[in-house]
């Protein structure tokens, strides 16, 4: 009653909910209509929903379908991107394989010529050290060689001075000769014409001349 005096506009509504509860048979029929209509309302509901669901899912199981079409797809071109791949690392394995062996072939070869270069290199410090040796030398001969020039020069200065003084000499020794032989000549006409004063004959004045001067009588005879 308070609820009412309270709200007064509810007061119908308050009347006839509670005549309804008065007449319970009235309210499980009022129930049970609404419940039948609320359960084919509900079913067909929960069969739209159903329905929807479905088409949902199928959609959904299509596209999934589809999707796992794509990711097999896709899954093969890997697999076969993955063979060829495998297949060309095994290429490059083979191809690394015969580099790696090309390779030592030609670290070994460089070794080799590394050996060899050591050595040339010791061959040519060797040689270096000859061709100083040689340079010295050489200069050393250089040195002495026109040492050897100088006194060469000395000694052509020195032969050229000798040579005129040789033939001063043997002109004045071509001089005195002449004088000699004129004096020698000279000597035997004197003697020829001493013996001539002394009223030796011809003959006796050669065979003195051959005997005294070891001529023989043709030359005793030019005297004469």
Do not use: W
């Not at 039948?36 to 159903?50: A, C, I, Q, S």
């Not at 071109?77 to 993955?82: G, I, K, S, T």
């Amino acid at each position: 009653m308070e609820l009412i005096e309270a709200y007064p506009e509810f007061k119908e509504i308050y009347e006839e909910g509670y005549e309804i509860c008065r007449n319970m048979e009235k309210v499980m029929g009022l129930f049970s209509k609404e419940l039948y209509l609320l359960d084919r309302n509900t079913e067909k509901l929960m069969f739209d929903e159903m329905q929807k669901e479905s088409e949902e899912l199928r959609i959904k199981s299509e596209a999934m379908r589809q999707e796992n079409e794509k990711v097999r797809q896709e899954n093969e071109e890997m697999r076969q991107e993955n063979e060829k791949v495998q297949q060309e690392n095994e290429e490059m394995r083979q191809e690394n394989e015969e580099m790696r062996q090309e390779n030592e072939k030609v670290r070994q070869k460089n070794e080799m010529m590394q050996q060899e270069n050591v050595k040339m290199h010791q061959e040519h410090e060797q040689m270096q050290k000859e061709n100083q040796k040689m340079h010295q030398e050489h200069e050393q001969m250089q040195k002495e060689n026109q040492k050897m020039h100088q006194e060469s020069e000395k000694i052509q200065i020195e032969n050229k001075a000798m040579h005129k003084e040789n033939q001063k000499i043997h002109q004045e020794n071509e001089k005195l000769r002449r004088e000699m032989e004129n004096q020698y000549h000279q000597s035997f006409i004197n003697t020829v014409a001493i013996l001539r004063s002394v009223g030796l004959s011809d003959e006796d004045i050669v065979s003195r001349l051959c005997a005294q001067y070891q001529l023989n009588e043709m030359q005793a005879k030019e005297y004469l």
